[in-house]
């Protein structure tokens, strides 16, 4: 690959995929990460398909895959399962398992699923902990119209690359323009919503329509499970039974406003572009964007994780070339 090099700020799971993926196919890359090598989290359950499987093989040696595919199913004492889809009265209405075409999955905690993905970028020395991401800049080489990512740090160091790539999550800061370029940016990182698995035997979530919902924040919700337990009022008694688990340790409930997101088009930089006076810093062709730090996912099922597995496949399978060139 000569001196074609990747630089990946966040090391979660899409950043630790993408750097396996990008080594194993020869490709000089670096994993920067906020956390340092020392900090212990806990994680949810995630869940994983063929699909998520068939990114992981993408990526992944033989050796590197068979140490995930041991753990799968170890959390939940099952195999592939599917869920079903209970109506209020808790009678089952669709039994997902019968569906030949839906894609059965298999439990795994997600740190532990991060640790076996970024155990071999770490033991190549292709990772730097506690490095902050501060902003980037587009530097040209000379006149033959060449140019570099300089990525910057909060510690003050920097690193030259080809190709940057944002795998710092939800609030990620590396979706804004280079530090000579911002206008108004509001840079403020979303809360991890990490819990400990160990005190929990599952998690429950319940969506609730905005409208019924009277609280202009979330912060004013003065009970939150009672609130839960109000909207669900007048459904079965094994909802009530669910949602009651845990009384008393109210801190581990978590209310957030749920986004979506639609999926980039193919021309995505030359319509930023034009959007802005054809700014070329705009969609800038050597920043790329992966997993949450593009479009927002939540963990339920195995959805999130398959997309992120589906990008660091493409990406490491060869969607470098046109930037190359």
């Known amino acids: 690959m000569g001196n074609f090099r990747v630089c990946i700020v966040g090391g979660g799971l899409a950043g630790s995929l993408l750097a396996n993926g990008l080594i194993n196919n020869g490709v000089d890359t670096i994993v920067f990460e906020r956390d340092e090598e020392s900090l212990k989290r806990e994680g949810y359950q995630i869940r994983l398909g063929d699909p998520a499987l068939t990114g992981l093989a993408s990526c992944l040696t033989e050796s590197q895959l068979e140490s995930i595919v041991q753990r799968l199913g170890r959390y939940s004492g099952s195999s592939k399962t599917a869920p079903s889809i209970c109506n209020t009265k808790f009678q089952t209405i669709l039994d997902l398992s019968a569906l030949p075409t839906y894609s059965k999955s298999s439990a795994i905690n997600r740190v532990v699923l991060r640790d076996l ?29 060449s140019e570099n990512v300089k990525v910057n740090f909060k510690d003050g160091s920097s690193e030259y690359c080809d190709i940057l790539v944002a795998a710092d999550g939800s609030g990620s800061k590396v979706i804004y323009l280079p530090a000579s370029q911002q206008k108004r940016v509001n840079q403020q990182q979303d809360d991890d919503f990490d819990f400990d698995e160990n005190q929990a035997s599952f998690y429950w979530g319940l969506s609730v329509p905005r409208e019924l919902c009277p609280f202009e924040d979330t912060y004013d919700i003065p009970d939150r499970r009672q609130f839960c337990l109000d909207i669900v009022r007048d459904w079965a008694p094994e909802y009530h039974v669910m949602l009651s688990a845990g009384a008393g340790d109210e801190d581990n409930i978590t209310v957030t406003m749920l986004r979506a997101s639609t999926k980039l088009p193919k021309n995505w930089r030359q319509r930023l572009q034009a959007q802005n006076d054809n700014n070329p810093e705009e969609g800038h062709p050597r920043v790329w964007l992966v997993g949450d730090a593009v479009h927002a996912m939540q963990p339920n099922r195995q959805v999130g994780f398959t997309i992120y597995m589906q990008e660091s496949t493409n990406k490491a399978q060869g969607e470098w070339a046109e930037t190359k060139r």
């Open 117 to 145: 993905l970024l155990e071999p970028v770490v033991a190549k020395g292709k990772v730097k902990f506690g490095k902050q991401f501060s902003h980037y800049e587009i530097v040209e080489n000379g006149t033959g119209g």
